[in-house]
């Protein structure tokens, strides 16, 4: 069974019962569901997800001090504790994983402070550049199972929608970043004879050629782990993740380096068609640098436009 259907009928079995007969006076406070780090919050559990951190749980989001007070927190936490150990086969763990407490009680707040720094309704422009892609990734993953009061939803759907001068921005650095890895560095580090450092640039380019996969679609790339999996649940995303995973993993001898340098060409190619037909560029070219800068050109807002293209990347 995947983990986030275990933790929906967990919850519906044993959470939604707690809540309507222990806190009826709060229950139209308390949103329930499960994000998160957890390979099961993307829905990409397997058997080998089972070894570690998997359990039946959920997550139970409260809201601040002045409408549900610490005294009826307590009690959550000690209701939640109370739940059966064991589920569907599967028994919870007496331990909290090394990254921290996944299942159990949280306030709203504390949650999106503790994973972004920041509430979502806070969130300034400063902060869109400094999140990384995986944090937000993970704060819009899984699934609620219930949200009355709708404070949940509206966070999620905060940060589901990156600000476009934002966007920008960071498809502006990767396109930079892609150009100065696969079509300049590559080349030159072979010719200097520096074969190591002829794969880390090819490594530079599939990395940021794998985000800005993600970013084209208004999508998050998730941890590095699970990068490749997502990758191939995006439009064309399967033949991306083909090619990226042969620069990975090919060498750089001969005809292969050939070979290698054209297929980032045809990726940057491609990442340009895409970049045309969403209007975020002008540059009509085939060097990524170029397209870069026209993007940035385009950001709105001039303290964005005028920083770094890197700013964020």
Same mark, same amino acid.
């Given at each position: 069974?995947? %983990? ?17 007969? @222990? ?33 039946? %749980? !959920?997550?139970? !989001? ?10 009826? &927190? ?6 939640? &504790? ?13 331990? =909290?994983?090394?990254?921290? @407490?996944?299942?159990?009680? !949280?306030?709203?707040?504390?949650y999106f402070r503790e994973h972004l720094g920041c509430l979502p309704e806070e969130m300034t422009a400063a902060d869109w550049l400094r999140m990384p892609d995986w944090a937000l990734a993970e704060a819009v993953n899984g699934k609620l199972f219930r949200d009355p009061a709708g404070e949940m939803t509206r966070s999620r759907e905060i940060l589901g929608n990156m600000p476009e001068d934002i966007r920008r921005k960071r498809i502006a650095g990767h396109l930079l970043m892609m150009a100065q890895s696969g079509q300049y560095n ?16 090819? %490594?530079? !380019? ?23 999996? &997502?990758?191939?649940?995006?439009? %064309? ?33 491609? =990442? ?10 002008? =540059? ?30």
């Amino acid at each position: 069974m995947k %983990g986030l259907e275990l933790a929906e009928k967990y919850f519906e079995a044993y959470g939604e019962p707690m809540l309507r007969e @222990q806190f009826p006076e709060t229950e139209g406070l308390i949103a329930a569901g499960l994000t998160g780090s957890g390979s099961e919050c993307y829905g990409y559990d397997d058997e080998t997800s089972g070894d570690h951190d998997f359990e039946p %749980g !959920f997550c139970l !989001f409260l809201p601040g001090e002045d409408r549900l007070d610490r005294r009826g &927190a307590f009690l959550l936490e000690r209701a939640y &504790a109370k739940l059966p150990a064991e589920f569907e086969g599967y028994t919870r763990q007496r331990m =909290a994983p090394a990254g921290g @407490q996944r299942h159990g009680v !949280f306030r709203r707040e504390e949650y999106f402070r503790e994973h972004l720094g920041c509430l979502p309704e806070e969130m300034t422009a400063a902060d869109w550049l400094r999140m990384p892609d995986w944090a937000l990734a993970e704060a819009v993953n899984g699934k609620l199972f219930r949200d009355p009061a709708g404070e949940m939803t509206r966070s999620r759907e905060i940060l589901g929608n990156m600000p476009e001068d934002i966007r920008r921005k960071r498809i502006a650095g990767h396109l930079l970043m892609m150009a100065q890895s696969g079509q300049y560095n590559y080349r030159r580090c072979l010719k200097h004879g520096e074969t190591g450092a002829a794969q880390l640039a090819a %490594g530079v !380019f599939a990395d940021h050629a794998l985000t800005l996969a993600f970013l084209l679609e208004k999508r998050y790339r998730p941890f590095y782990k699970w990068s490749f999996r &997502a990758l191939r649940e995006l439009p %064309g995303g399967e033949d991306l993740a083909r090619s990226l995973e042969w620069l990975l993993s090919t060498g750089n001898e001969g005809q292969l380096a050939e070979d290698k340098y054209f297929c980032m060409e045809g990726i940057a190619s491609e =990442a340009i068609e895409k970049l045309q037909e969403q209007e975020l560029t002008a =540059a009509v070219c085939g060097d990524l640098e170029k397209h870069a800068y026209s993007v940035n050109d385009g950001i709105g807002d001039g303290g964005i436009r005028n920083l770094s293209v890197l700013a964020c990347v």
